[in-house]
């Protein structure tokens, strides 16, 4: 065969080629957009009424209730959480970067030469929230104050106009982390049966929630608990008592009941979370598809007056 006769054969050939690893490369992206099983990349989804989920990875979701938490342990109100939630997104996109300009590092890019503290410190996202919400209140009347300029009076970036663009998804994200919309955060593992993930543990789900939320979240009468009558839950629990401690900004006891529940799933991941309780709703990693589900077939452990977290997998 002449190489005249094979170029225009040896082209559709290739042709076909390059059509079918298109053709894979898109069956591809609709099993992971439309797979109900949760074998898909993991993602944290918070809905918005009427509006477009917002859809972000579990570290974001566990550095923003963190930052949440942080907030509540202070008794700041919501507009706070909403400001510092948008500040990280412009700064770190809710990642703890451990670098940045200059000598800028973690979620909110402070830097140790500016007095922020030392960069060990500044790493810890408790500390750095904490850093954050200390400027702030500093601000005479920074709840009322735009977004922007709020933000930028605490930072002093270099641009200052860009926090705005992130102020719609913070404020959906403070809502769902406050507690003041119910079921709206959902995390999916990458595989919600996995057996690589490791198995959590309930101390350490005890010590992260008065490390975040301060001490009285959890009292010394409360805290690990076997399973016992009346609960469903395999292995040990952490039972958290859903009260209004005596502090200003505090919101009711279902507002702080979701924010309980919804700071434990969006730690799910990192924590070795396998379900959570609260009320009538439950919400389990193994169908994490499904969202948080009304707890009619017996898996619900929570109740109005405490969270119930199963840490064991």
């Known amino acids: 065969m002449s190489e005249r006769a094979s170029t225009p054969r040896r082209g559709r050939l290739l042709r076909l080629a390059a059509a079918c690893v298109v053709l894979l490369g898109l069956a591809g992206y609709l099993l992971v957009r439309h797979d109900p099983g949760g074998s898909g990349p993991a993602r944290c989804t918070v809905t918005a009424a009427g509006g477009e989920p917002y859809v972000i990875e579990p570290q974001q979701a566990a550095n923003a209730s963190t930052i949440q938490a942080v907030a509540s342990a202070r008794g700041l109100p919501e507009r706070a959480v909403t400001i510092a939630l948008a500040t990280a997104m412009q700064e770190s996109a809710l990642r703890n970067i451990d670098y940045g300009d200059r000598d800028s590092v973690g979620l909110f ?4 030469s500016q007095g922020w503290g030392t960069a060990e410190q500044i790493m810890d996202p408790v500390y750095s929230a904490g850093k954050f919400y200390e400027h702030l209140v500093e601000i005479p009347g920074y709840s009322r104050l735009p977004l922007t300029v709020a ?5 002093r970036s270099g641009f200052p106009d860009a926090y705005a663009k992130h102020e719609s998804r913070a404020a959906l994200l ?10 709206a955060l959902n995390c ?3 595989k919600a049966t996995s057996e690589e993930t490791a198995a959590g543990d309930p101390v ?4 992260r929630l008065v490390r ?9 009468s409360s805290g690990l608990d076997g399973g016992g009558a009346g609960r469903s839950a395999p292995g040990p629990v952490v039972s958290v008592p859903v009260h209004t ?10 507002r702080r009941g979701w924010e309980l529940a919804h700071w434990a799933v969006a730690h799910s991941h990192e924590l070795g979370i396998e379900r959570v309780s609260y009320g009538k709703r439950v919400w389990e990693a193994g169908r994490a598809a499904e969202g948080w589900r009304t707890a009619g077939d017996g898996t619900g452990t929570g109740t109005g007056t405490e969270v119930v977290i199963a ?3």
């Open 204 to 207: 350490r789900v005890r010590e």
């Open 188 to 190: 999916v593992p990458a």
């Open 151 to 155: 933000a930028q009076r605490v930072q």
């Open 174 to 183: 403070a809502a769902a982390l406050t507690g003041r919309r119910a079921a």
């Open 109 to 112: 890019q402070q830097r140790p």
């Open 212 to 220: 975040e939320f301060g001490a009285d979240v959890l009292p010394e």
């Open 245 to 254: 401690p005596a502090r200003a900004g505090e919101a009711d006891a279902d």
């Open 311 to 313: 840490a064991s997998r």
